[in-house]
């Protein structure tokens, strides 16, 4: 079984500072696949990233990092200098190695970027 | 592209209505799904469709009915609805190669369904 869990129901911080987004996972698969999706308040979810399980290489997009660490089943998402825009309900997922298996989201964080 | 088209974008329907949630996307994805999503909640899944064939059911009530016509369109039939069952309802393709390449799915705008 999966699971995936955001501890930070919210943030708020001012705009321009630094914000990291918690993702824990469990699961039992030995090939998984980990996701960054963002909802805006239109509804749209907005794929952010796809991280491999057998590939534990950071990525850097932008302002948008993320930190995937087998060692403690987290897959961290950190956005540098927050801008309004990034306001947004932030979802972290996952799904095993099977075709057209399950993708479970964890719970969500709420980032509000204040000006 | 990497577009999903979900129609209607609102529908408000009686409980003895029949009505139909409409997918579309022409990226040649190979898997199709179906979530709900509440209010401040995470999308939950409801059906996966693969190779145009129901391949997860997450014991949704009968009165949801998924239906996958061709590769390319994914249809939810709705009837005899509550007002529990009113929520947004999100359409999903991913591609689904080997490697994990296109495991990642893509979501439509979704159609925020009201049930009066």
């Known amino acids: 079984a999966q699971k995936v869990t955001q501890a930070q129901t919210e943030i708020s911080v001012v705009e321009k500072e630094d914000v990291t987004l918690d993702c824990v996972y469990e699961?039992?698969?030995?090939?998984?696949?980990l996701f960054w999706y963002k909802q805006p308040p239109s509804g749209e979810l907005v794929f952010l990233i796809r991280r491999n399980s057998f590939d534990e290489q950071n990525e850097i997009s932008g302002r948008y990092s993320w930190n995937f660490q087998k060692s403690t089943s987290s897959f961290n998402f950190t956005i540098t200098a927050s801008q309004v825009v990034d306001s947004a309900v932030y979802f972290c997922a996952s799904r095993g190695g099977s075709s057209a298996s399950k993708i479970i989201f964890g719970s969500g964080t709420r980032l509000s970027i204040r000006p | 592209d990497t577009e999903v088209t979900q129609t209607p974008k609102h529908l408000v329907m009686g409980m003895t209505n029949k009505k139909s949630l409409k997918c579309e996307q022409h990226?040649?994805?190979?898997?199709m799904y179906w979530y709900k999503q509440k209010a401040k909640k995470p999308p939950e899944l409801m059906f996966v469709y693969s190779y145009e064939k129901l391949s997860i059911n997450e014991s949704v009530p009968s009165r949801f009915s998924p239906e996958c016509p061709n590769s390319s369109l994914l249809n939810l039939h709705l009837h005899a609805l509550q007002p529990e069952d009113s929520a947004l309802y999100l359409c999903?393709?991913?591609?689904?190669?080997?490697?994990?390449?296109?495991?990642?799915?893509?979501f439509g705008q979704g159609t925020r369904l009201t049930v009066v």
């Open positions: 999903a393709s991913s591609q689904d190669q080997a490697e994990g390449i296109g495991a990642e799915a893509f």
């Open positions: 990226m040649g994805h190979r898997a």
């Open positions: 699961t039992r698969d030995t090939t998984y696949y």
